[in-house]
């Protein structure tokens, strides 16, 4: 018998096993406790305060009230409400919004949305890390400004943005603050007070939850209207009968993120350090994108020059590796990552990128494993590549 070759999945950013724990925490609200938390007879109790309890939770784990959460379909839909539904609700006040140019595309398509709805958008430009020039973003601040959008930690390249500093800019200028923290929640300590954040998107796949699940933090006080019209759930903010099994495994995901982040986190960096110094030392002609340190614990992306991104993808995979170009939302796209271009880089060396993505099982000889493949792979796509040829000989 042929030994069944493992799969070593480094894509987390894209989306994350859900725990076993947190699928045994949902199975009795679907066949068991399956009553409507509308309802009003008391099987209904249950489900209503199985939301009540992972509200809280998650409440905790950033520092907010449980009436400031509020359960949407996920990041995107998240994402889609904060921009429209406060460009709608403050329209007399201005019709001007900050984001940047290196946002998740649910934020940069809702932004392009608005434009054509009579909003003005500014999209910052970011440092050669992808990281938000401050100066700029005040300069960019005008008397009809009404939000500024920055997320938390970029999904392509590990950025974090200087998230409390942004969060002081705002404030100092009456301004809304929106952060997408889809990458960040779970990874990295978020409070909201201390960072001034008025809303905040998150998705419960990218920290071991199930999909189809995610919430908006709105800061009390803050004028939004409801986005999904057609009940009164929510506290009449979100239209829609709960997913009461994705809700609790959100609220059961949080507590684990929260409880094991310390040291999780402390491994998964390790870890990258180790991938990132031994790619960056035994293969030559590569880069590092993004921030050396102030990155997301499980991230490394790479460029290779001389190596088209695609091709170094289907032969990772054939060799049992699961790594990204980029982001999963455009995977199915050919034109280079609008943040790798963001951050300077030409489309050529762009295309030839690599995002790997840990997580708390990855293993020290997984890591090992994957940059004897990627050594061998890249050699095998440089030597079949003329403009490398070209390069050598010119050397």
Known sequence: MGEEKKMIYLDNAATTKTAPEVVEAMLPYFTELYGNPSSVYSFSQKSKEAITAARETIADTIGASPEEIYFTAGGSESDNWALKATAEAYRAKGNHIITTKIEHHAILHSAQWLEKNGYEVTYLDVDEYGVVKLDELKKAIRPTTILISVMFANNEIGTIQPIREIGAIAKEHGILFHTDAVQAYGQLPIHVDELGIDMLSSSAHKLNGPKGIGFLYIRRGVKIRSFVHGGAQERKRRAGTENVPGIVGYGAAAGRAAKTMEERTAKERSLRDHLIDRVLAEVPYTRLNGHRTD?????????????????????????????????????????????????????????????????????????????????????????????????????
């Open 295 to 395: 990155r997301l614990p499980n991230n490394a992306n790479f460029s290779f020059q001389f190596v088209e991104g695609e091709s170094l993808l289907i032969m990772l995979d054939m060799d049992g590796i699961c790594g990204s170009s980029g982001s999963a939302c455009t995977s199915g796209s050919l034109d280079p990552s609008h943040v790798l271009l963001a951050i300077g880089l030409p489309h050529e060396i762009a295309h030839g990128s690599l995002r790997l993505t840990l997580s708390e099982e990855t293993t020290m000889e997984e890591i090992d494993y994957v940059v004897e493949c990627i050594k061998k792979i890249v050699e095998k796509l440089r030597s079949m590549s003329p403009l490398y040829e070209d390069f050598m000989r010119r050397k």
